[in-house]
């Protein structure tokens, strides 16, 4: 695992269930493509609000570590 310099990886959330629940339910009714589209826009529109470019280089690598 890449060790964070920039991003927080420390659990941050109050109700993390709830968020979850949420992911799901916005999810539920869409198809495979609809999926992966309202993937897309939840990433930007977080990149957005960290709007830090080097913590989202981070979490990209911090993502990939391991996948390949």
């Known amino acids: 695992m890449i060790a964070p310099q920039k991003l927080n990886v420390q659990p941050a959330l109050t109700h993390p269930d709830d968020f979850y629940n949420a992911l799901v339910a916005m999810h539920r009714d ?39």
């Open 30 to 68: 869409l198809n495979e493509e609809q999926s992966q589209l309202a993937n897309a826009k939840l990433i930007l529109l977080l990149a957005n609000q960290i709007g830090d470019q080097e913590a989202l280089e981070e979490a990209l690598r911090i993502a990939a570590d391991g996948l390949n």
